[in-house]
């Protein structure tokens, strides 16, 4: 146990890192799990507080644990708070990303690291293309993690995830959607659905899915390059309301705002990973089920109290 050498794990209280701390310790790694506040996942996980924002305590950490590889899931991935706060956005995704990889630099030079970025990211050569501060910030991040790659020689590769769905605690529409049906089955709640427009699509994939190709990301990705992760596959929010609708009894109304396509797909292609090894292997009907499951249980256990 724990052959594969040190790793540390950043927002590791959220949603993806909770699932990459169950993964990557029956992988065998040594993991200290990072998060603002102090959390327990297991007990052979370390677990430990930093402020990534903070340039000395994110140096104090590295300094302290001295990994031998590096998973930056933390930042601050809501558009709307990036609208509202765009430089605590940058903050939390570009410069916790330039204080990580310096320490990285400076404390264990040879470290492997996969900063995770985002989908949402735009070209930087064409600045009409942006479209809010969170696109910026994490843009910013990924041009960060590639500098430094070029100009001391790190071995940093950029990791790219769609949108990732699963059982566990998440904002996501997924998870925003099996919430409100848990609600219906319990009597609680109208059995409507409001939805913007469900035309939309999107390119949903399994977390645990992406936690293994992280893991592939880390020892076999290439520095400097960008790899997305994704199905492959886009869905529509009504496809995906009609596969919720598939394993509930209850008879749902959809109301939708809109029925046009107005906005463009992202376009994103899992090609590059998949010719290191790695597929997706959890299908969108197993992870819609997961996910209402996880919710289930979550309210049959703590009943009123909010999820």
Known sequence: MNQQGKLIITGASGFTGRHACAHFLKSGFDITAVSRKKITIDKEIQGECCDLTNKKEVYSLIKMTKPQYLLHLAGQNHVG????????????????????????????PTCKILIVGSALQFDPTSISTLSHPYSLSKTLQVLIAQSWAVLYNM????????????????????????????????????????????????????????????????????????????????????????????????DIEVKSHRHDLIEKNIEI?????????????????????????????????????EM
């Not at 708070?81 to 264990?108: F, G, Q």
């Not at 969108?284 to 049959?300: G, Q």
Request: aromatic share 8%; with cysteine; charged share 25%.
């Open 155 to 250: 071995d940093i590769v950029i990791a790219k995830p769609s949108n990732l769905i699963g059982p566990g605690f998440s904002k996501g529409v997924c998870s925003v959607f099996a919430q409100k049906i848990v609600e219906m089955e319990m009597q609680k709640a109208e059995k409507v659905l409001e939805v913007h427009n469900l035309n939309v699509k999107r390119d949903f994939l399994d977390v645990r899915d992406a936690v293994k190709a992280y893991e592939i990301l880390l020892k076999m990705g290439k520095s400097g390059e960008v790899y997305d992760v994704a199905s492959g596959n886009n869905c529509s929010l009504g496809e995906i309301i009609e596969g919720y609708k598939s394993i509930t009894s209850e």
């Open 269 to 305: 292609d899992p090609n590059k990973l998949v010719h290191l090894g790695w597929k997706p292997r959890i299908p969108l009907e197993s992870s819609l089920l997961a996910i209402l499951n996880f919710y289930r249980r979550v309210k049959l256990k703590y009943g009123e109290t």
């Open 81 to 108: 708070e990036s609208w509202l706060d765009p430089v605590s956005s940058l903050e939390a995704n570009s410069m916790s990303t330039a204080y990580l990889i310096d320490a990285v630099r400076k404390e264990s």
